[in-house]
């Protein structure tokens, strides 16, 4: 892209808490990438603007020195919302834009390419977040666009997006050898740099593509269903079914039952249980023998809590949504639909509620606070184990997220 490209947030991050508790929408996985990685790869922007909320700010800037944060000094800007589903139709939609341009999509604003005028325009109507464009004096355009609204949108979409991944990375085929292990339309199955496979694993990518990355361990007696895809430096551990359309994140180990699923980054489920149309945040433990309930015994349509209000999924199928440092203890049994927000600590006989305030900790019988100073610690622990160490940016995020969720616990 000519210009300097902004990805914003809109009013409706809030419709994917608690996953965007720690991270701006945009930063969320769908596929094998990121929706910032997609963005970068389709659009190769010689200068990347990161908006998100004031008290990501810090944080943000830390994680992204390469890149500016909040910051829109530039005479012409491209404002692409976080929530897109970019593809390269769309790209080449853009590329005949003219300046002082919105792109909207169903009333939304899909992306925008915008003067300095405009943008002070913009910046003046909006405090937080980038909702409101109606004072811009901009030729609209009608396009036809996707915006993810909610986490089971990801879910849903996620097969898709490993397809299309794919296509957007073109990684290369691997010709080692592995023996005693199936593969199935070879063709369709791509593995990383040292990748280690044990005998009687078999790689089915009869009906999609897999995709092993760089520095994984899979473990013997493991099948796993394409579309699929098994991120850097993680494990599989034996006997695992790692079903169609699932999306294992960098560094994470996984076992047990998983399917249309996707796992961040740095999460642990590596023992026996179900966990299926979920999705988990980062540095999250799931406990042996757990699992979760992604079908209602009479089929209907699965409404969840979000936001205090309940929300009609429209989807006969969703499971688990869990936001990152959270926790469960083993023989754990969620319900369909079951929203868990941050830094949580489930345990206990029958099924929790299926909603749960961050910084909750308990279970069916009932709930406590999770005190700041105990939660904080057992993330410095968490991420130690990884070799990683928590700045002070990630400490004030971690207060400023438990100050924004006292009412949910009231």
């Not at 999306?247 to 039952?257: H, L, N, R, Y």
């Amino acid at each position: 892209m000519k210009y300097p490209i902004c990805l914003f947030e809109d009013n409706k991050y809030s419709n994917f808490l608690p996953l965007t508790y720690f991270r701006p929408v945009y930063d969320l996985r769908c596929g094998i990438l990121t929706l910032r990685e997609k963005v970068l790869r389709l659009l190769q922007p010689g200068k990347l603007i990161l908006h998100t909320r004031k008290y990501l700010n810090n944080f943000i800037r830390e994680e992204n020195k390469n890149h500016v944060v909040n910051n829109f000094v530039d005479d012409k800007i491209w404002f692409i919302n976080g929530r897109l589903k970019l593809s390269v139709d769309l790209v080449e939609i853009f590329s005949h834009a003219k300046t002082d341009e919105l792109f909207l999509s169903k009333n939304e604003i899909a992306a925008a390419l915008l003067s300095q005028k405009s943008i002070q325009i913009l910046l003046k109507n909006n405090k937080d977040i980038l909702t409101d464009f109606s004072d811009l004096d901009c030729k609209q355009t009608e396009i036809d666009a996707y915006l993810y609204e909610y986490p089971w949108h990801l879910i849903q979409n996620n097969g898709e997006e490993i397809v299309n991944d794919i296509e957007l990375i073109s990684p290369q085929f691997n010709k080692v050898e592995y023996p005693g292990v199936h593969l199935l339309n070879k063709v369709n199955i791509y593995i990383g740099e040292n990748v280690l496979i044990k005998p009687n694993v078999v790689l089915d990518a009869s009906e999609g593509p897999i995709y092993i990355d760089d520095a994984v361990t899979i473990f013997p007696n493991t099948y796993i269903v394409g579309p699929s895809y098994i991120g850097k430096k993680s494990i599989v551990k034996a006997n695992s079914q790692i079903y169609n359309d699932t999306t294992i994140g960098p560094v994470c180990k996984v076992g047990g039952e998983i399917e249309n699923s996707i796992i961040h980054s740095y999460s642990n489920k590596q023992h026996e249980g179900f966990l299926g149309h979920a999705y988990l945040g980062s540095w999250i433990n799931i406990g042996a023998s757990s699992n979760n309930s992604d079908l209602k015994n009479d089929y209907s349509k699965i409404k969840v809590m979000l936001n205090g209000q309940e929300v009609d999924t429209g989807t006969n199928f969703m499971g688990l949504i869990m936001g990152d440092h959270s926790k469960c203890a083993i023989n754990t049994a969620f319900n369909t639909g079951t929203i868990i927000g941050v830094s949580c600590n489930i345990y206990g006989s029958g099924f929790p509620p299926k909603y749960i305030p961050s910084f909750s900790w308990g279970g069916a019988d009932g709930f406590r606070e999770y005190h700041l100073r105990k939660a904080i610690e057992v993330a410095k622990i968490v991420k130690s184990r990884r070799n990683i160490t928590m700045s002070v940016n990630d400490l004030e995020l971690f207060k400023s997220v438990f100050d924004l969720t006292q009412n949910e616990r009231k």
